[in-house]
């Protein structure tokens, strides 16, 4: 008997030991991941430096590290700096959250009314494949220059994806679930909360990175077309006063914005799945 309980607790060891080798291992390949990450960076900017100061490479029209630092730093003594980042990320959260709301109504409503998702089937087609940037002149005369044409710019691009991308993972939920739980006697509206919601998780979460930068995309836009302030204003502005410091400094700022809004959504992401997991 004792022998028994004595291979149990060696088992059990190399079990843990073997489970700490596996997350070590995990964990270092993350970390060099992340090293090879930063050496990649580095080298790119040393290289771009490099070239510009040999000039190997136009500075007019490529600028330099240097250079967008000291744009960057300009715009931070003078006030600007904040207060165009400020206006586009609330552009862009507006456009975002709007976007993910209105976009999973609607692909409920197709859901839950069969003949509603064949008549506006072709429309959703249409409108997925028409390039949002021709309705700008439409956004312009209907809301005026600035905040209101921005987002109506962005969520003409944001929700017809979210809808499209969610209904698709509404229908490609196992239909066998659903016969099951109505077997049951399970309502349409506890199939959907029960079955179908939880089920198509993952195809939202997918889907909200998608309508992140597509966000975005939107909003810069927008700026482009009538802004008066913003990141995508300042590029537009460097580029029609041939100032291509201010173009490129704008491109790196939206690339940092960018990069940091989609780390913390899946920051949130992880949490909200590790709390319900």
């Not at 490099?50 to 630092?69: C, D, E, M, W």
């Not at 998608?210 to 302030?229: D, K, P, Y």
Request: proline content about 2%; hydrophobic content about 55%; aromatic content about 12%.
């Amino acid at each position: 008997m004792k022998l028994l309980q004595i291979k149990k607790i060696i088992i059990r060891k190399a079990e843990s030991e073997a489970h700490r080798e596996y997350l070590f291992q995990i964990k270092l390949e993350a970390l060099l991941v992340l090293f090879a990450q930063l050496v990649l960076l580095v080298s790119f900017i040393f290289l771009w430096e490099l070239a510009a100061q040999r000039g190997y490479i136009n500075t007019f029209l490529t600028s330099h590290p240097s250079k967008v630092y000291q744009t960057i730093m300009q715009l931070y003594h003078s006030g600007q700096l904040f207060y165009h980042l400020r206006v586009t990320g609330v552009e862009t959260g507006l456009s975002f959250i709007l976007g993910t709301i209105i976009g999973t109504f609607i692909a409920i409503l197709l859901w839950w009314w069969k003949f509603l998702s064949r008549v506006l089937d072709p429309y959703l087609i249409v409108l997925n494949s028409l390039p949002k940037v021709a309705l700008g002149p439409l956004f312009i005369i209907v809301f005026g220059l600035g905040f209101k044409s921005i987002i109506a710019m962005a969520l003409s691009i944001t929700v017809i994806t979210t809808t499209i991308v969610v209904y698709s993972g509404f229908l490609n939920v196992d239909n066998n679930y659903l016969k099951l739980v109505k077997t049951f006697g399970a309502s349409k509206l506890t199939s959907f909360i029960k079955v179908v919601l939880p089920a198509s998780i993952p195809t939202i979460a997918s889907a909200l990175r998608v309508n992140l930068g597509l966000s975005w995309v939107g909003v810069i836009v927008g700026e482009f077309l009538t802004g008066r302030a913003g990141l995508g204003y300042l590029a537009i502005y460097g580029g029609q006063t041939y100032q291509m410091n201010l173009v490129i400094t704008s491109v790196i700022l939206l690339a940092i914005c960018s990069a940091l809004s989609y780390q913390l959504l899946v920051f949130v992401e992880n949490k909200i799945r590790n709390r319900f997991s």
